[in-house]
């Protein structure tokens, strides 16, 4: 199972961007998707998440109002708009997915590689 992270890029401040992570390869059933970020000489933090089942969500409170997480089942991927961008929300942003390799019945966290957001004043 692999996932791929698009969108990243520079944006100005106050400006919105839109990161999909989309899973790929084996048939995997995913309970719940969510977006990290790591900033230079930072520990590596949560931004939101999303269950698959019920599309419950839930955001650090750093983000809340501004960023929204959503999910296509049908495509096994999640999308992570962000909007009234701050300086301070520059960083490599995680895609994370936790479910059940189906093949193998065994369940898995998977990391993507990360993407770069840059925010400029």
């Known amino acids: 199972v692999q996932l791929v992270e698009s969108g990243g890029g520079l944006v100005q401040a106050g400006g919105s961007l839109r990161l999909s992570c989309a899973a790929s390869?084996?048939?995997?059933?995913?309970?719940?998707m969510g977006w990290y970020r790591q900033a230079p000489g930072k520990q590596r933090e949560l931004v939101a998440t999303?269950?698959?089942?019920?599309?419950?969500?839930n955001y650090a409170d750093s983000v809340k109002g501004r960023f929204t997480i959503s999910r296509d089942n049908a495509k096994n991927t999640m999308y992570l708009q962000m909007n009234s961008l701050k300086v301070e929300d520059t960083a490599v942003y995680y895609c994370?997915?936790?479910?059940?390799?189906?093949?193998?019945?065994?369940?898995?966290?998977?990391w993507g590689q990360g993407t770069l957001v840059t925010v400029s004043a």
């Open positions: 999303i269950t698959f089942s019920g599309g419950v969500t």
């Open positions: 390869g084996s048939p995997f059933s995913i309970n719940v």
């Open positions: 994370n997915a936790g479910g059940v390799e189906i093949m193998r019945d065994k369940y898995l966290e998977v």
